[in-house]
T-cell receptor
Framework: DGGITQSPKYLFRKEGQNVTLSCEQNLNHDAMYWYRQDPGQGLRLIYYSQIVNDFQKGDIAEGYSVSREKKESFPLTVTSAQKNPTAFYLC?????????FGPGTRLLVL | GESVGLHLPTLSVQEGDNSIINCAYSNSASDYFIWYKQESGKGPQFIIDIRSNMDKRQGQRVTVLLNKTVKHLSLQIAATQPGDSAVYFCAARGAGSYQLTFGKGTKLSVIP
């Protein structure tokens, strides 16, 4: 069963806490992406990776960090420096031009 | 940089009618465009794509039209069904870029 999985579906963050969102794909895609979606807005790019052990900042990288140690995995850490983390986070992967999305993780602040 | 916008934030259509959702982009060098469908609480689902060397592309019940002269693309859904109710948004890619720029979305509501 091929596809992109994200976990958890819901995540609660306490003040000052770092949290990590998981993204895994078994589509053998080289590129992976993290987006943030806020109500009424388009998707905004946080980070992207075109190949293992390499990643680039997107438009809103401040307060976030990533790693790409394996082709299949691209975890996103929301650090305590991100002051407004409440949003729907979407991971995508692509082998060419098209990007395919996972089911998303909704992050809420306690 | 690129900006992508949709003309209408909401659209209501009668079941069985055709739906047309519009999108405009700013960068004349954009060479690839995608339409996505997003249901509430879910990730976006790929619908159809088109490259800038084409004017029209058809899928199952969907057609995308690209007008490069006015930098406009549209998604047409034939015989709209209740299951088509969702937010639809377009994305554009600048030539030579890996990044997509996304519009804000049009919420399609199908009236039974």
């Amino acid at each position: 069963d091929g596809g992109i999985t994200q976990s958890p579906k819901y995540l609660f963050r306490k003040e000052g806490q770092n949290v990590t969102l998981s993204c895994e794909q078994n589509l053998n895609h080289d590129a992976m992406y993290w987006y943030r979606q806020d109500p009424g807005q388009g998707l905004r790019l946080i980070y992207y990776s075109q190949i293992v052990n390499d990643f680039q900042k997107g438009d809103i990288a401040e307060g976030y960090s990533v790693s790409r140690e394996k082709k299949e995995s691209f975890p996103l850490t929301v650090t305590s420096a991100q002051k407004n983390p409440t949003a729907f986070y979407l991971c995508a992967s692509g082998g060419g031009e098209t990007q395919y999305f996972g089911p998303g993780t909704r992050l809420l602040v306690l | 940089g690129e900006s992508v916008g949709l003309h209408l934030p909401t659209l209501s259509v009668q079941e069985g009618d055709n739906s047309i959702i519009n999108c405009a982009y700013s960068n004349s060098a954009s060479d690839y465009f995608i339409w996505y469908k997003q249901e509430s609480g879910k990730g976006p689902q790929f619908i159809i794509d088109i490259r800038s060397n084409m004017d029209k592309r058809q899928g199952q019940r969907v057609t995308v039209l690209l007008n490069k002269t006015v930098k406009h693309l549209s998604l047409q859904i034939a015989a709209t069904q209740p299951g088509d109710s969702a937010v639809y948004f377009c994305a554009a890619r600048g030539a030579g870029s890996y990044q997509l720029t996304f519009g804000k979305g049009t919420k399609l509501s199908v009236i039974p």
